[in-house]
């Protein structure tokens, strides 16, 4: 059984907003450093309620934001990028 690693897009969806991360944090109600952290993908989890407001500001979906991969798929999109 091959684990699954959660990517982060949130810096994609902002790019397509053209938003601020301290814009953002600011309509969210959470830190810019928190956004960072988001984006990074350098969090544990993220409260539900935080992710249904970061998706009513961007008006997507939590799949625009997230992303379930192997770790092979992600090794592969990094080779790939190099």
């Not at 982060?8 to 956004?35: F, H």
């Not at 350098?42 to 625009?64: S, Y």
Request: include cysteine; charged fraction near 30%; hydrophobic fraction near 45%.
């Amino acid at each position: 059984m091959n684990d699954m690693e959660i990517i982060v897009r949130l810096d994609v969806m902002l790019a397509l907003r053209k938003m601020r991360s301290r814009d953002l944090a600011q309509a969210v109600g959470i830190t810019e450093q928190n956004i960072s952290l988001l984006k990074s993908g350098k969090v544990k989890g993220v409260r539900f309620e935080t992710l249904a407001r970061i998706c009513a500001v961007l008006e997507c979906q939590p799949g625009d934001l997230l992303e379930a991969v192997t770790p092979a798929e992600d090794a592969d999109f990094t080779a790939v990028g190099r």
